[in-house]
């Protein structure tokens, strides 16, 4: 994760040098590649949290939602028609935020929750600038279970 982290670091602190250049085309490619990054990371992470909705139609379908990556949506989402892998604190939040605060970026990084629900649920979030998550959630009426912290 060192590595990871010390990489954004660097991309946030190019961006950052990015936006003082006249053509903003390099300021697109480095924050593309800052977007890639954030959302390849949680990949290889199993979910923060599951909608209730999401973990009920998961029981209907016999899945369990909890062990399940995006990458592996397909196999039991064909077409992805039914689920959204969903970041609570948006990437393109985070990268706004990050850009502000670049010293802050392992603390924003961190912050960042992700997590199953459903696909008309998701049709009710703003797609960024959510400003406080929790709050769009339940406006939204979107409930949320976290998984238990498993014991060492």
Request: glycine share 4%; hydrophobic share 35%.
């Amino acid at each position: 994760m060192d590595l990871i982290m010390s990489q954004m670091q660097q991309t946030v602190y190019n961006l950052i040098e990015a936006q003082t250049h006249e053509n903003n085309y390099e300021f697109k490619i480095i924050k593309s590649t800052l977007d890639t990054l954030l959302r390849k990371w949680h990949d290889y992470e199993n979910p923060h949290f599951v909608s209730i909705m999401a973990f009920d139609k998961s029981k209907e379908l016999g899945v369990n939602l909890w062990e399940q990556r995006w990458p592996q949506q397909p196999k039991f989402d064909k077409g992805r028609k039914i689920f959204v892998m969903e970041h609570k604190y948006p990437v393109a939040d985070m990268i706004k935020d990050m850009i502000a605060n670049p010293n802050d970026v392992k603390k924003i990084f961190k912050s960042g929750e992700f997590g199953w629900i459903l696909r008309s649920e998701n049709a009710k979030l703003k797609t960024h600038n959510r400003g406080d998550h929790t709050a769009m959630y339940e406006e939204a009426g979107i409930k949320l279970v976290y998984r238990p912290i498993e014991s060492v």
